[in-house]
């Protein structure tokens, strides 16, 4: 006796059949990198390099089934150092946004200063974002304002780069336009500095985010309460038989936030650079 599928069943068929090639990539990608992964932790022992099944067993409870439990001091899942870490990234990346595009947009429109200014920017941008922290911590005597200052002085630079180059790279022709129509500052600025230039800001914004991100990890790891890079050490620290399995954890953590953050800075970029058009 044949049987034939019912109406609703065949219609999800092809609803899913579009799809497939879209996702189809990642589901074997992303599968083949997990059987890698797998393969290696049975290399080497699950105690050195424990595989994505043991991580998935070590740390359901409770740092996956309870992301957000809280047992007081730094006891917290990995959903609340998270926010903890993105509270200093916010405040950090905030100034760096503000005081980056302002200095940038000096450098870009003033000639002078920007050939004067080159070589501090580009000798202060090479320093790496950890050398920042003992001279913060003197500074500021907190820990918490001292990983706040190393995320801004990490990501102001390209923010101060690209937005300078932007400024830079506006053609001759719309400045002759400016001058032949005798538009005032503000209105050159507003016409035709910022429409040109939100690209390459929002180029800068996006590698910013990203250094931000790795900054504050690493600012974390060396002093401070809470936060994943905290969590990381922690654990570190800890040396327990799941303490490998939380860095893993926490690790992917870390590189999904930073995935997310970059897009969101993308997606405004893109808003935005419709509404300057």
Same mark, same amino acid.
């Given at each position: 006796m044949n ?5 609703g069943r065949?219609?999800?068929r092809l609803?899913l ?5 879209q ?13 890698v992964w797998q393969l290696l932790s049975?290399?080497l ?13 070590d740390t ?5 089934s ?16 998270i926010?903890i870490s993105?509270q200093?990234v916010?405040?950090?990346?905030g100034?760096a946004?503000v005081?980056?595009? %302002?200095? $940038?947009?000096?450098?870009g429109?003033?000639r002078f200063?920007?050939?004067g200014?080159?070589? @501090? =920017?580009q000798?202060l941008?090479t320093?790496?974002?950890?050398a920042w922290?003992?001279i913060?911590?003197?500074v500021?005597?907190n820990?918490?304002?001292?990983a706040?200052?190393v995320?801004?002085i990490?990501a102001?630079?390209?923010i101060i ?13 719309y400045t002759?336009?400016?001058r032949v129509?005798r538009?005032s500052k503000?209105a050159?600025?507003?016409n035709?500095?910022?429409p ?5 800001v929002f180029t800068?914004?996006r590698?910013a985010?990203?250094l931000a991100?790795?900054a504050?990890v ?6 401070a309460?809470g936060?994943?890079g905290y969590f ?5 620290? %800890?040396? $327990?038989?799941?303490?490998?399995s939380q ?5 992917i953590?870390v590189? @999904? =936030?930073?995935?997310?953050l970059?897009?969101l800075?993308a997606w405004?970029?893109?808003k935005?650079s419709k509404?300057?058009?």
């Open positions: 049987r034939t599928a019912s109406p065949r219609s999800r609803r059949l579009p799809a497939l090639p996702i189809l990539p990642y589901l074997l990608c992303i599968g083949a990198f997990l059987l049975g290399a022992g699950a105690a050195r390099l424990p595989g994505p099944i043991n991580v998935l067993i359901w409870d409770p740092y996956i309870q992301p957000f439990f809280d047992d007081g001091g730094t006891s917290k899942g990995l959903g609340w150092q926010l993105l200093r916010a405040v950090g990346y100034l946004a005081v980056g595009v %302002a200095v $940038g947009g000096l450098l429109l003033n200063a920007g050939k200014f080159d070589p @501090v =920017v000798v941008r320093v790496p974002p950890l922290f003992p913060s911590l003197m500021f005597q820990a918490n304002t001292s706040v200052f995320i801004f990490t102001i630079w390209p780069i690209n937005t300078a180059v932007g400024i830079q790279e506006i053609p001759q022709d002759n336009v400016a129509l538009l503000r050159y600025i507003s035709i500095v910022i040109a230039t939100v690209p390459y800068g914004l590698i985010v990203g991100w790795l504050i690493a600012a974390e790891m060396l002093k309460d936060g994943i990381i050490w922690d654990a570190y620290n %800890a040396g $327990g038989d799941a303490s490998s860095i893993i954890l926490a690790i953590y590189g @999904v =936030v930073g995935l997310l970059d897009r800075v405004v970029g893109r935005v509404g300057a058009a």
